[in-house]
């Protein structure tokens, strides 16, 4: 989604994020030219948004990431730092025992963070959750 508006408030930047924001430009800004570049670089899966617009929303998700998904052990990627620990180690080629011997976990921990990973996402396998990681920037 594009936006051009003369004014928007923090608020319905922040709602027009969740249905999919990807371009915001103020009208006085906005020519055929910069609303076609916004357009397209929606298109190709890029955003164009005013500086002050990204620091917000930067600023926005320190917060959730420091005040929400922190304190449950979590990451903005949804994995845990242990998840991603152990998934690292896989990607780099090691077997649970190497990994558990690496990490000084037992091998059932291992196949335990591993079993949670592929169930919390629906993985098929240990290559599918490390290319899973991996494709969503994590690794």
Do not use: C, W
């Not at 249905?19 to 929606?42: C, M, P, T, Y």
Request: aromatic residues 6%; charged residues 25%.
């Amino acid at each position: 989604m594009v936006i051009v508006a003369s004014e928007i408030r923090e608020h319905q930047v922040l709602r027009a994020v969740e249905f999919g924001l990807a371009g915001l430009l103020h009208r006085r800004d906005a020519g055929f030219e910069q609303i076609a570049r916004a357009v397209v670089a929606a298109a190709s899966g890029r955003a164009e948004l005013p500086g002050a617009v990204t620091r917000r929303l930067l600023d926005q998700l320190r917060a959730v990431q420091r005040d929400v998904l922190g304190p449950r052990g979590l990451t903005v990627s949804g994995f845990t730092e242990r998840e991603l620990e152990v998934l690292r180690l896989l990607a780099d080629g090691l077997d649970t025992a190497e990994v558990a011997l690496k990490l000084n976990y037992s091998q059932r921990t291992v196949k335990n963070i591993i079993y949670g990973v592929m169930t919390r996402f629906g993985l098929r396998n240990r290559t599918h959750a490390v290319a899973y990681a991996i494709r969503g920037g994590a690794l």
